[in-house]
């Protein structure tokens, strides 16, 4: 995925998953970035840090990027705009490319068949240890970050964006038209399953 999606080679990404379980690569970069944000993402200069930068706010060559905060952003308000209350504990992926770092890690939604479901959740305060949850829970103290964030809302959630009703409905509608006869075999498959349990 990470290769196809991103570029490079698969044996250049770390990938870290649920409980904080490395699928490829190792955990290195992933214990970095959760310790500088455990330290406190407040200050202008722990905000642009974990992201690689130097106080100016340009490229740092001796430090490697360990977060997309713009990729984090996404990623986080996209679970609480689907209520996801089977996450963050776990179902959650962070890849990062060891050899070319670009931005850092960045956030993948997975296994979310447990999102909208209902009008009224409300995971804004989810915060777990060593998940994607934690570093945005830090990431609220910085100012910076926050403009971010309500940058990304405007953008995904107001005119027209991609989580505004008539874009989430046509979307939900044209990606129900592409799985509709794979849903028999599933219903079958897990439906069968469940059957005598």
């Not at 209350?85 to 956030?107: C, E, L, T």
Request: hydrophobic share 40%; with cysteine.
């Amino acid at each position: 995925f990470a290769v196809m999606y991103l570029g490079g080679e698969e044996e250049e990404y770390d990938v870290i998953k649920e409980y904080a379980e490395v699928a490829d690569g190792n955990i290195n970069a992933w214990n970095t970035m959760m310790s500088l944000a455990n330290s406190g993402l407040a200050s202008t200069e722990a905000y642009l840090r974990i992201q690689g930068n130097l106080p100016d706010g340009t490229r740092n060559p001796i430090i490697e990027p360990m977060l997309d905060v713009v990729s984090l952003s996404d990623y986080m308000l996209l679970n609480f705009y689907g209520g996801n209350w089977d996450w963050d504990h776990h179902n959650w992926v962070a890849i990062r490319n060891r050899i070319n770092p670009f931005k850092g890690f960045q956030f993948f939604c997975w296994d979310g068949e447990h999102m909208v479901e209902g009008v009224d959740a409300n995971l804004l305060s989810e915060n777990n240890n060593n998940c994607p949850s934690r570093v945005f829970q830090e990431l609220r103290e910085n100012e910076d970050f926050r403009r971010l964030f309500a940058d990304r809302v405007q953008k995904h959630c107001f005119n027209d964006g991609a989580l505004t009703a008539l874009s989430a409905a046509a979307r939900w509608k044209y990606r129900a038209g592409q799985i509709d006869k794979a849903v028999n075999a599933e219903a079958a498959r897990w439906g069968d399953y469940r059957r005598d349990v």
